[in-house]
Each structure stands twice: as C-alpha cells, then as structure tokens.
C-alpha cells in the first residue's frame, strides 16, 4: 500500500507558494494556469496558511470583498492540518473524510514535503485496486489452468 511520501513522488509537483500580499485576483490568475483547487500561502519563517476554493466561495459573498485589491494572506486558513509522510493512503483518507478536509499538507521530519488533495489519494488507490484486479485476472485466466492436467480417482 503507497504511503503520503510515494503518492507525492508520483504525483511530480511542486508545492505551490504565494506570498500573504499577493492578491487574490494574481493567486486565482496562479491557480487557473496550474489547474490547481489550493495553495499554500508562505512568508519568511515559513507556510503559514492555504488558500482554497473553498476560501473564495466564503468570501465572495462579504461586503466589500474585491479579490483586485484583497490580500490572500486576510482570506487564508490558518489551521494548517498535516499527515505524515509514511501515512497510508487508508490514514489519509481517514483525516479527508473524518475533518471534511480536501487538501492536506504531508510532513516528514517536522518540514512540509508537499500537498495532496483528496482525489490524488482517490486516484492513487484506484490505480493499486486496478493493478491488483488484473493481477488477479491474470491469475484465474485459461491461460494458467490450460497445461493442468486432471486425473482420475481409481
């Protein structure tokens, strides 16, 4: 079973980083250009927030709200939640589903390593399941029983 830090091996993207005064007009520009639902926001000491479509749906509807001139860093979360990187897919699902969440940064050795979202992992089980299915196809196909020979009992 693939852990956190196999997925993201996989997965070749970067972490995705905006500074807190980038706007939220620029980071939507980013998102849109990397086909991306989140980003981390960061500054000097480090991440210190993300930023998600989740995000922008809340806060299209405050009075005032113009995404030209708001800072993402006054929009961002800033309840970071992290997984392991030798977590299992079946762990990673378990904080999606069980904190609503649909990105999770991975940690290893108390530094980020990178970002999954739910569907990366959903994707990652879904291409080991297949895998296993046509193993197992392969497996109980006439090819493997055509040579066996069946005796009679006397």
């Known amino acids: 079973m693939k852990t956190a830090e196999e997925i993201i091996q996989e997965k070749g993207t970067g972490m995705i980083c905006v500074s807190p005064d980038t706007t939220i007009h620029d980071a939507l520009k980013i998102m849109v250009d990397k086909g991306i639902g989140a980003m981390l926001v960061q500054d000097e000491s480090g991440i210190v927030g993300i930023w998600t479509e989740r995000d922008l749906m809340k806060n299209t509807l405050q ?36 904190r609503r969440l649909r990105h999770l940064l991975i940690e290893k050795d108390g530094t980020y390593i990178g970002m999954l979202s739910s569907g990366d992992v959903i994707k990652a089980n879904l291409v080991e399941k297949t895998k296993e299915l046509e193993d197992m196809n392969e497996l109980m196909s006439w090819e493997f029983y055509e040579n066996w020979r069946w005796t009679n009992k006397k």
């Open 63 to 98: 009075e005032g709200f113009d995404p030209k001139t708001a800072r993402i860093g006054d929009y961002m979360t800033r309840d970071l939640v992290s997984a392991k990187h030798d977590d299992s897919m079946y762990k990673l699902l378990d904080v999606f589903l069980g």
